[in-house]
């Protein structure tokens, strides 16, 4: 089965991962002690829903471009 990014496990790399997988692991209490990405993002948008909305927003402004950009480069090959 292909693994998503929304279940992968989170390492502690750096102090800003570290305090977040504390905070959203000590937040959701997971069973098998491990906090995935999904879970953050569950975390985030519960507690700071506008930042989520600022990445989501410039997501589909950028995916929106590429789709013009496609668009006119299939134009050209035609």
């Not at 305090?19 to 879970?39: A, F, I, R």
């Not at 989520?52 to 496609?70: P, S, T, W």
Request: charged share 35%; glycine share 6%; hydrophobic share 40%.
């Amino acid at each position: 089965m292909e693994e998503t990014m929304k279940g992968l496990k989170v390492d502690k790399d750096n102090k800003l991962k570290e305090w977040l997988v504390n905070y959203v692991g000590t937040k959701l209490n997971p069973e098998d002690g491990n906090v995935t990405v999904e879970m953050i993002v569950e975390a985030i948008s519960e507690e700071f829903p506008e930042f989520l909305l600022a990445v989501a927003e410039e997501n589909f402004i950028r995916g929106y471009k590429q789709c013009y950009v496609d668009i006119e480069a299939n134009k050209s090959d035609a």
